[in-house]
């Protein structure tokens, strides 16, 4: 996937002065239709000189595609992140402990709570290679994503739920005895799990419910507690409710559903935020390598630009045409940046997916589209000082140029 990225950028390099005015042909046409003469001779002037023209292209495929190629790596592993919120947990409130486990005492005093109607603490353990996780009966049914045989909401004391790759390495099916730590269990129903974070690498798991998980494991605690108001309680007593049992723990934290997702995306956020200040360095190259491949145009074509001022064009179509210019070479720039780094991206997550995650291409599209429209204002702006160079000698005295 790397080498191929590399590869791909070096043939847009080599290939440039090919790809370049061709882009700016495509992008030029509907400028030519409005424009007419104008935009005929914007269009031809930026395809002038191709080495030129796709050295500053190349320049912004540069910043934009490392902006483009982070932007879409963060986007879509924000998303994925946000999925597998939305498939793990099933609760309206989360409690989670800060750099450690919950202590012990927790749970059943937030259970004792009338306030609360679930209360689950996420406990898992691992016993000859398979992962045995504590299970409650009311949220089971949330987070499976699907069932092959049985019933999930069984699920409970001497009964559990076996994952389909055990159950066909076992040859376990509705009914057959599973015996974990010395104690016998019968499998309720045979289900599937995908979902990421959740289920073991080998896909040997086994859940049960929580009475049954602490008699065998009585020790083991988790880092997070799933919470769900009881029937007819709003969230705002249940949160109270939550909140009046954690003031004695301050080693634990209290989240909603969308708190917990920031919490998990604040790193993801900070190289979003990371990626912004990149946008401002490709706005800075674009500034720079428009303005100063325009300033060369505007000295080279001195005579050119005096004879057309000469025969009627205006000194407002002579920016015009210098701004089309500008704007043709960022835009087939930022084009070439954005396809480049979502490509990378979109690879990454592709391989990232085959490996075993959750990974999915998300687009960021507002965003991208917020790429291409500052490199546009970037060129327009680029375009102002060779204007007033090309339009500041007179007629005359830029005809006699040598």
Partial sequence: MALGGVLTFFGIVLFGPLLVPALARVFGWPVRRLLGATGELAVANTVRNPRRVAATATALVIGIGLVSAFMVGARSTKDG?????????????????????????????????????????????????????????????????????????????????????????????????????????????????????????????????????????????????????????????????????????????????GAYKKMLTGTVDMLLAFVTALLGLAVVIALVGVANTLSLSVVERTRENAVLRAVGLTRGRMRVVLAIEAVLMALVGAVLGVGLGAGVSASAMALLDRLGGDFHVVLPLGQLGLILGVAVLAALLASVLPARRALSRPVVEALADQ
Wanted: proline share 7%.
């Fill in 81 to 257: 992140i946000e999925r597998s919120v939305d498939a793990q947990i099933g609760t309206d409130f989360v409690v989670s402990g800060i750099g450690q486990d919950l202590p012990v005492a927790l749970a059943g005093e937030l259970a004792a709570r009338p306030e609360l109607g679930v209360v689950h603490e996420q406990r898992r353990a691992v016993v000859d290679d398979v992962e045995i996780r504590a299970a409650d009966p009311a949220l089971v049914g949330r987070t499976l994503s699907g069932v092959l045989a049985g019933d999930p909401a069984r699920v409970g004391p001497g009964r559990v739920l076996v994952h389909q790759e055990l159950a066909r390495a076992r040859g376990w099916q509705v009914g057959s005895p599973v015996t974990v730590r010395g104690r016998s269990f019968q499998v309720a129903a045979v289900v599937t799990d995908d979902t990421p974070g959740r289920a073991a690498p080998t896909g040997h798991v086994i859940d049960m419910a929580d009475p049954d998980f602490t008699a065998l494991f009585p020790g083991q605690r988790g880092y997070l507690a799933e919470i769900d108001p009881a029937p007819g309680v709003d969230a705002e007593r249940a949160r109270d409710a939550i909140e009046a049992v954690l003031g004695r723990y301050p080693t634990v934290n209290l989240m909603d559903q």
